[in-house]
């Protein structure tokens, strides 16, 4: 596969490389990062080993076209079927986590609901999306009592724990189900008004659980000192990003009540990069690679392990780095 990518680009050898160091699965990041550093020694050229993660927060960045790049300090939230994160990056090597989930990510619990809901396809959740939105949200076709939870809020004081959690979405569609509709055995048997009506109150319920918990992990960074208050005249970059960031309704409500009440509402400047860039593991990876070697001066050593362990607010402490000359 090296060969031919060569052979097809007309490439001799590259100038460096970027391999996945961690986090994750170690068979898996073993096997590219033992043949990132093979060609490494055969070509004589620079190994970068990047974080996952870093990867997702930085190649945002890349995208000059019609979007200003994202300035540090900014914030993105992830939102995949992999992860639900929201990382404050004040450098390319400086990353806090100011929420990140209990248990399953955004992207895995809607696929969950909308495969309960009949939906089906290869996107479920993106599915989902377009169902919902081919009937207007002004005609209501049921008109049903349904309770939806927002996890993690007032009850038995947990208001102010910044993280986010999924997994009771699936139980709450049963429960509503059992509850508004007995005799129906699944919920994929409604009629499909009904159904439209579930997955729209479902999905609004899920988003707006992410969007309330980072409001508030957003402004408690603010009181932490952590970021500065975003003004009119020095607005917050804030990505979104992964495949659920792709939904409109999303995108709404985070453009909506992300900041209100309590900061003014021009004072967020959101970027929504394309998710088939954003889940390309190879430029990301390679993108963060080139930012950590050209900004941050950074390589790493052959005899470096990949890591199957590694939080990303630890970065540099991880063995294994060196500085460029
Ligand atoms: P990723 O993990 O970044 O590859 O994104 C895949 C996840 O995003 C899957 O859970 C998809 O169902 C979800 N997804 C993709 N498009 C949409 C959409 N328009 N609305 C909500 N979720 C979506
Ligand atoms: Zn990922």
């Known amino acids: ?134 009937q207007p949200i002004n005609k209501p076709a049921v008109d049903i009592a349904l309770q939806f939870p927002n996890p993690l809020q007032n009850k038995q004081g947990r208001t102010n724990i910044l993280a986010y959690s999924f997994a009771g979405f699936i139980t709450s569609l049963r429960t509503n189900l059992e509850k508004y509709f007995p005799g129906v055995a699944r919920a ?14 479902m999905q609004h319920a899920i988003f707006n659980h992410v969007v309330t918990k980072s409001r508030k992990a957003l402004q408690h960074a603010v009181e932490d000192g952590l970021l500065a208050a975003p003004t009119t005249q020095v607005p917050l970059d804030f990505v979104c990003a992964g495949g659920v960031a792709s939904n409109m309704t999303l995108r709404q409500m985070l453009d909506d009540k992300l900041l209100k009440p309590g900061f003014p509402s021009d004072s967020i400047k959101f970027h929504f990069p394309p998710p088939k860039w954003c889940t390309d593991n190879a430029l990301m990876i390679g993108w963060a690679g080139i930012e950590l070697w050209e900004s941050a001066g950074l390589y790493t050593d052959l005899s470096a392990l990949p890591t199957a362990r590694w939080p990303i607010e630890e970065l540099l402490d991880m063995d294994g780095w060196l500085k460029r000359e």
């Open 1 to 134: 596969m090296v060969r031919d990518l060569l052979r097809k680009h007309s490439i001799a050898k590259p100038d460096l490389l970027c391999a996945t160091r961690g986090p994750g699965m170690i068979g898996s990041l073993s096997a590219g990062y033992n043949l990132a550093k093979g060609l490494a020694v055969a070509w004589d050229v620079p190994l970068v080993g990047v974080h996952h993660m870093l990867g997702h927060l930085l190649t945002p960045r890349f995208f000059q076209e019609n979007a200003e790049i994202p300035k540090y300090p900014f914030v993105s939230l992830l939102v995949s079927g992999g992860h639900t994160m929201l990382v404050l990056s004040q450098s390319t090597t400086q990353h806090k986590v100011l929420a990140n989930t209990m248990d399953i990510a955004i992207g895995d619990m809607l696929d969950k609901c909308a495969r309960e809901l009949g939906i089906t396809g290869s996107m479920l959740a993106k599915e989902m999306e377009a169902f919902i939105s081919s």
């Open 188 to 201: 994929s048997d409604l009629g499909v008004e009904q159904r439209r009506e579930l997955a729209r109150r």
